[in-house]
């Protein structure tokens, strides 16, 4: 559920609008996808700042971004 509303207000931020249900699911999947990558090098890079003993950031250093909702395949051939 966290996924989902994060999703929502991400789509909202911006401006994000799919042609149906079933593609609304699909990039759903991929930004939670987005989101699970973002999560874990944000904690690598915590456990790195506290392994070599240097201060921990106000903010997460990776976020969400705009493409969230593209895969790997996607992003390349449209931002290439």
Do not use: C, H
């Not at 789509?11 to 990039?27: D, T, V």
């Amino acid at each position: 559920k966290a996924v989902f509303a994060q999703f929502v207000a991400w789509k909202s931020r911006f401006g994000k609008l799919y042609a149906s249900p079933s593609e609304n699911a699909y990039r759903l999947s991929v930004f939670a996808a987005q989101v699970d990558t973002v999560v874990k090098l944000n904690a690598q890079y915590d456990a790195y700042l506290q392994r070599t003993g240097q201060s921990a950031l106000s903010e997460a250093m990776f976020a969400v971004p705009a493409d969230a909702d593209l895969t790997t395949q996607e992003f390349a051939i449209l931002k290439t």
